[in-house]
């Protein structure tokens, strides 16, 4: 993220110096990941930390190279035993009971604080080190995790790795014991994590696999039931449970991803980006907007986090909007849309796309060019949206006082080589895992150009520990989210719930095309409501196993119904009442929460379309860069066409133009919308409705041309100009 200026800096894009300072934007970040606040350890619990933590980074590079030879679910179960005791140390219980008056006042508890986080009993405890019990619990998660691997007899469980997995499917009591001690601790790490919601989501399907036997058998999600030592077998001793292929993607990609954007931070890459945004920008009337796009587009190739995103270019850009005259809250929905990009953004996508790459059994690149095509035509919305508000609300020029940016690539470009290494890489075949290591060695060995970040062997332990505890909190949920998938395929619960959603579409009509529609409207609703419930990786799982099969059913093709899942999990992010990364702007900006998530919601209104047209017509396929030049072409223009009037509709002015009254407004939303629904029929109208909108806005122009001129004719022109 970016620094604040020092001894030889390139400059200081903003030479602002009222915003939030380096240190109040890490505390910042680190509160709005899409995990809760951990705890600082330092002295003798800090070094344990960093000496698990590293000894965890070293193992995983190792794993790259040299893999186990006892096979990857025995390399998980190591992993999942390093990582998991040290989210109890990192995350406090913080379980909170309700406050009771003094005797003979009240007996009702008083009121919780609005926001716990910002008490001073919070900060006390994240100060503070682990506790006895959080003690008790690391070792209790140490024990459970690695019981499959000890060998150890004891009694009729235990045995070694070998004769654990030849009790699957008839585990002894021991073993039941250990896989719900685990159950148990994994639940409770992720409610440290992220809260009560994801834990209370596992239950229920625990729930329902347990007791759903007892469910009429004439309902569509009722089978035969099962008992619970066959529930904790199918979570602890099978490959769809704690050790899926979620927690897979964790170990394998995820953990590598987060040590080379912690490696590239460090070499100064953040700052770089920031600052090559306001200097390419630094001559634009709009220059304020373009700058906090474009910085949360080179930034999410370091962070991947829409939140942290958010946070990281508000420190730089918030001080230049609000100059440039931004009410706060459209600033906050400007950077919160910019940083939900991130995750949208190759070549470091969020942690749900490495699961796409798993279940499709596809490359990473593939799922990197899927991707290509949308997040320019995010973005394009944004600056487009940029564009508009600056003129209909008057924003003012701001000098950006910055180096040029030719100077800045000739002297810190080469920021973007471990970039362009990780794509060249993948394209000549090597894997995900060996390209990321590569560029992670490339962006070490790059920092000594610049003596200010050059990674010393401190700071690159600081790299590494560093990026493990940035996969803490997604670990915990990815094995946790393999209890939703191993009784979604004990319970048939998939393809039972796919069955009932299509038949709801076919419930209005059995045209095949508007059963498609319908479905795919219900699975966006469906995954948006899912998504602001539980994190961006287990809403995409949850999707998948429930909603994928739906989509699939009705001949959607497999990338399509992927792409669809995981752009709608993404988008919890900026999705009102929670909208995480509308949240974190507006804890930068100060402006009032709400509105800021309503404009959020505005700039991002493309990236709530665009997935629809993946999967309504065949002809969607082109905005995955899938089926030949001619239907990549076609598709990327009809839809950067629906993205600009869509834009025009929200925002109330045509750029070059003017402003659009209601009914143009009215004619662009149904313009958008129907070109998205890629056949030629629905092209031409929505073309035509288009060509209306534009004449419209004519109209109204020439309109107010004459009755200003009529009513003012001796306006100074030099008053006009200005």
């Known amino acids: ?78 992993f999942l035993a390093g990582v998991l005791p040290m989210v109890f140390l990192a995350y406090p219980a913080d379980l909170r009971l309700p406050r009771w008056r003094r005797p003979g006042t009240d007996l009702a508890p008083g009121p919780a604080p609005a926001d716990p986080a910002e008490t001073p009993d919070a900060a ?23 019981y499959p691997v000890l060998p150890v007899t004891l009694g009729a469980g235990g045995g070694g790795y070998d004769a654990f ?76 449970g704690f050790y899926g292929t979620p927690l897979d993607v964790a170990a394998s990609y995820i953990v590598l991803f987060t040590i080379y954007g912690a490696v590239l931070d460090l070499s100064g890459a953040g700052r770089f980006f920031v600052e090559l945004s306001a200097a390419a920008f630094r001559r634009s009337r ?27 270019i508000g420190a730089v850009a918030w001080p230049i909007l609000r100059r440039a005259g931004y009410p706060a809250e459209r600033a906050g929905g400007m950077l919160a849309a910019a940083g939900v990009g991130a995750i949208l953004s190759p070549p470091t996508l969020g942690a749900a796309a490495f699961i796409i790459a ?67 890489l993948l394209a000549l075949g090597l894997s995900a895992t060996r390209a990321v290591v590569a560029a992670t060695v490339l962006a070490a060995a790059l920092s000594f150009l610049d003596r200010r970040h050059r990674l010393t062997p401190t700071r690159l332990v600081a790299a590494l520990s560093g990026g493990v505890r940035g996969v803490l909190a997604v670990t915990a949920v990815c094995a946790a989210a393999g209890i939703i998938t191993a ?13 009932l959603l299509v038949g709801g579409a076919q419930a209005v009509s059995s045209d095949p095309a508007v059963v498609l529609a319908l479905t795919a409207l219900l699975a966006a609703i469906a995954l948006s409501l899912l998504g602001l419930a539980v994190p961006v990786t287990a809403s995409f799982v949850i999707g998948w196993v429930i909603i994928g099969p739906a989509l699939l059913n009705l001949g959607v093709a497999a990338p399509a119904a992927a792409m669809f899942v995981f752009y709608f999990a993404v988008l919890s992010e ?28 505005r700039y991002a209104l493309p990236a709530y379309l665009i997935p629809i047209a993946f999967v309504i017509t065949p002809a969607g396929l082109g905005l995955l860069g899938i089926g030949g030049p001619g239907r990549i072409a076609v598709a990327g223009v009809v839809v950067a066409l629906s993205v600009a009037v869509l834009a025009v509709a929200a925002g109330g002015w045509l750029p070059g133009v003017g402003p659009a009254g209601a009914p143009e407004r009215l004619l662009g939303a149904l313009a958008g919308l129907t070109l998205l629904w890629l056949e030629p029929v629905p092209v031409t109208v929505g073309a035509v409705l288009a060509a209306a909108m534009v004449a419209g806005v004519l109209v109204r122009r020439g309109v107010a041309g004459r009755s200003g001129a009529s009513s003012t004719p001796s306006v100074n022109q030099g008053e006009e100009t200005q």
Request: proline share 7%.
């Open 1 to 78: 993220m970016p620094l604040p200026p020092d001894e030889g800096a390139v400059g200081d894009p903003t030479r602002v110096h009222d915003g939030p300072t380096s240190n109040d934007t890490r505390e910042l970040a680190a509160r709005f990941e899409d995990e809760k606040p951990g705890r600082v350890l330092s002295g003798p619990v800090g070094a344990v930390f960093t000496g698990i933590t590293l000894a965890i980074a070293l193992l995983a590079l190792w794993q790259v190279f040299f893999p186990l030879p006892q096979g990857s679910k025995y390399y998980l179960i190591i």
């Open 124 to 146: 006390e405890r994240a100060a503070q080190g682990p506790t006895p019990a959080d003690w008790l619990l690391a070792v209790a998660a140490l024990l459970s995790c690695l």
């Open 358 to 424: 798993e279940y499709l059994g596809v490359s990473y690149l593939q799922v990197l060019g899927w991707a290509t095509v949308p997040t320019v035509l995010y973005y394009l919305g944004i600056l487009l949206s940029v564009e508009i508000d600056a003129r209909r609300s008057g924003v003012r020029p701001v000098v950006l006082e910055t180096a040029s940016a030719w100077r800045l690539l000739a002297r810190f470009g080469y920021h973007f080589l471990s970039l362009i290494v990780i794509i060249v």
């Open 574 to 601: 900026a999705s009102p009442p929670t909208a995480l990364a509308a949240v974190a702007a507006s804890a930068v900006t100060g402006g009032r929460l709400v509105p800021t998530m309503w404009q959020t919601l």
């Open 286 to 312: 709009t220059a304020a907007g373009r700058t906090a796009v474009a910085s949360g587009f080179l930034l999410g190739t370091v962070s991947g986090s829409g939140a942290a995103t958010t946070v990281s």
């Open 487 to 499: 009784t979604t395929t004990k319970t048939g619960l998939g393809p039972q719930a796919a069955a």
């Open 165 to 240: 997995l030849d009790r699957q499917g008839l585990l002894v009591p021991l073993d039941v014991a250990m896989g719900t001690v685990l159950l148990l601790l994994l639940l409770e790490a992720c409610r440290r994590t992220t809260g009560w919601i994801l834990p209370a989501v596992c239950l229920l399907f625990l729930a329902y696999g347990y007791y759903g036997g007892l469910l009429p058998q004439s309902w569509p999600v009722a089978h035969a039931g099962l008992d619970f030592s066959q529930l904790v077998d199918a979570f602890y001793n099978s490959d769809s």
